[in-house]
């Protein structure tokens, strides 16, 4: 019997673009659909994160949470608010949180755009899953008042109380 050989002949240029090609749009194609849509892989709500120095603050959000530093709260992406943070012998601070479009986001929003078409598109920009608060976290060093701000700052209170 005779061993049988096989024929080894280069593909031709035609082949090797095909699947040139080919790969690159397995690429392409593979990296959209992990982009997924910014509703799905972000969501609606994310961690939002508030630390002060010293701890044990108060915080108080215009959009009416609250809570005692170190915390995080999950909150919706696409609202803006102001958080105040407050503690005895410290001056009060009122900082704004924005609703900013994140790199994450956006990608997220492109991909949905190719692969769910408008309405997909659409529904990210609705939902506010693009977009991402900032600061996060939210650092606030508070200053401690001077026994006359002090002072004052009570005699503010106890005339509010009244």
Request: with cysteine; proline share 6%.
């Amino acid at each position: 019997m005779r061993p049988s050989r096989r024929a080894t002949c280069a593909p031709s240029a035609a082949t090797r673009w095909c699947r040139l090609i080919c790969r690159v749009g397995a690429v392409t194609g593979g990296t959209l659909i992990l982009a997924g849509c910014a509703t799905v892989v972000l969501g609606t709500r994310e961690t939002f994160q508030i630390v002060s120095s010293p701890t044990g603050a108060r915080v108080q959000l215009s959009t009416g949470e609250t809570c005692v530093t170190p915390c995080a709260l999950e909150l919706p992406r696409a609202a803006a608010f102001q958080a105040r943070v407050s503690l005895p012998g410290y001056a009060t601070q009122v900082v704004p949180v924005a609703s900013r479009t994140s790199v994450v986001g956006a990608v997220g929003f492109l991909g949905n755009g190719v692969i769910g078409g408008m309405a997909g598109a659409g529904a990210d920009m609705d939902s506010g899953a693009m977009r991402s608060l900032s600061p996060n976290p939210l650092r606030v060093q508070l200053n401690r008042l001077s026994s006359q701000d002090s002072v004052q700052d009570h005699g503010a209170a106890a005339s509010r109380i009244e």
